[in-house]
């Protein structure tokens, strides 16, 4: 009997997977980007926190972004190191570029939001682009791409940031975690339920900024500056993702466990004040995941009801499956076949373990 409701918990998990595997993530794979209408002058915005490696190679790709009128506002936050020397070098060969400096950040201020809000202000046109020190453009048209989300009457634009393809296990993990991270918000958002977006390729307008008081409901936490914000601005925004690899950006991937953990702890905390229906969305999708796989254990314990537990998983297997490597096509990011199983199971229990740590230990710590 108690193997019947497992199998039939199993059973309802493998409904709820096909559901979203075929409702929301099957159509962000056929999915086009925009054609630009107008091309609106952009302020692109970075804040940096003793960066200076990093901008010496970020800055020079910006500026050779073949974009008929933008600026980029470089937010130099408290940094120790000589980014000040090789910012305002810049500005002065430079009209397009202009340096906004921050001495010390207001006490019970996140120290990047503050950076961020000061970066907003200065900026000197009504939409704007955000990525980080980390991060690379794609390619040489990633503002124009970007800003053809905004064609469709939006002002918000949710863009993907995959990372670097390195050697070893982790790094298979971290691009994997980031790839159905990423189809999850961005399928939510081409459904109508955008909830989160990443700082590393970002665009909305001032309007949007202030209608939703900035920062302002979070301006303590740690994090948040995108994902909270985009929570806030689609109750009164309209929503658009932009896919195309031109539209992206490639982020710095962390080197060791310890520090990607201290990541997704960070993000995590972020991910506890969305919204109710959002989380319920979220839990859903991952509780689900979760709990069959655990069930697939206990159930191959038992020797119980074998062939059946064999046809479920392999339904969720033959649709999920090619369902995120069509995603993955989309997006132009690379996926491991043979190690995608594994790496599915790590991801969900990574997941679970640090949903764990976070609700056991709330410190979170920034630069």
Avoid at 120 to 132: G, K, Q, V
């Amino acid at each position: 009997m108690i193997s019947f409701i497992l199998l039939a918990v199993l059973a309802l998990c493998v409904l709820v997977q096909l559901y979203y595997a075929l409702f929301y993530f099957l159509p962000l794979s056929k999915y086009q980007d925009p054609v630009a209408d107008v091309q609106r002058p952009v302020s692109v915005v970075v804040a940096a926190h003793n960066e200076l490696e990093n901008l010496m190679e970020l800055l020079p790709m910006l500026l050779d972004q073949q974009y008929p009128e933008f600026e980029i506002v470089l937010v130099n936050d408290r940094s120790d190191d000589d980014t000040e020397f090789y910012v305002y070098e810049l500005e002065r060969q430079f009209s397009n570029f202009r340096v906004v400096t921050v001495k010390k950040t207001p006490e019970y201020l996140n120290p990047k939001k503050y950076a961020l809000a000061l970066g907003i202000r200065s900026a000197r046109y009504e939409h704007l682009l955000f990525t980080d020190a980390d991060c690379r453009p794609c390619s040489p048209h990633w503002i124009e791409k970007m800003q053809s989300g905004y064609r469709a009457g939006a002002d918000l634009v949710i863009g993907y940031s995959p990372y670097q393809k390195l050697d070893g296990f982790l790094n298979h993990l971290i691009r994997y975690e980031t790839l159905v991270t990423a189809i999850q918000y961005l399928s939510h958002a081409n459904r109508g339920h955008a909830y989160m977006g990443v700082g590393r390729n970002l665009s909305y307008t001032k309007s949007c900024f202030f209608r939703n008081k900035g920062f302002a409901s979070h301006i303590k936490t740690t994090g948040g500056d995108d994902d909270l914000f985009v929570r806030d601005a689609v109750n009164n925004s309209t929503a658009s993702i932009v896919i195309s690899k031109e539209g992206q950006t490639i982020s710095i991937p962390k080197k060791t466990f310890r520090e990607w953990l201290v990541q997704k702890r960070r993000h995590m905390a972020a991910g506890r004040q969305y919204a109710t229906a959002d989380r319920g969305r979220i839990g859903a999708f991952i509780s689900s995941n979760i709990l069959f796989y655990t069930l697939c254990v206990i159930l191959l314990v038992l020797h119980s009801h074998l062939a059946i537990l064999a046809a479920l998983i392999g339904l969720r297997y033959l649709v999920v499956f090619p369902v995120y490597v069509a995603a993955a096509r989309r997006l132009e990011e690379e996926v491991s076949l043979p190690l995608m199983p594994l790496l599915d199971i790590a991801y969900f229990f990574s997941y679970l373990l640090l949903g764990v740590s976070v609700l056991m230990n709330k410190r979170i710590r920034w630069k």
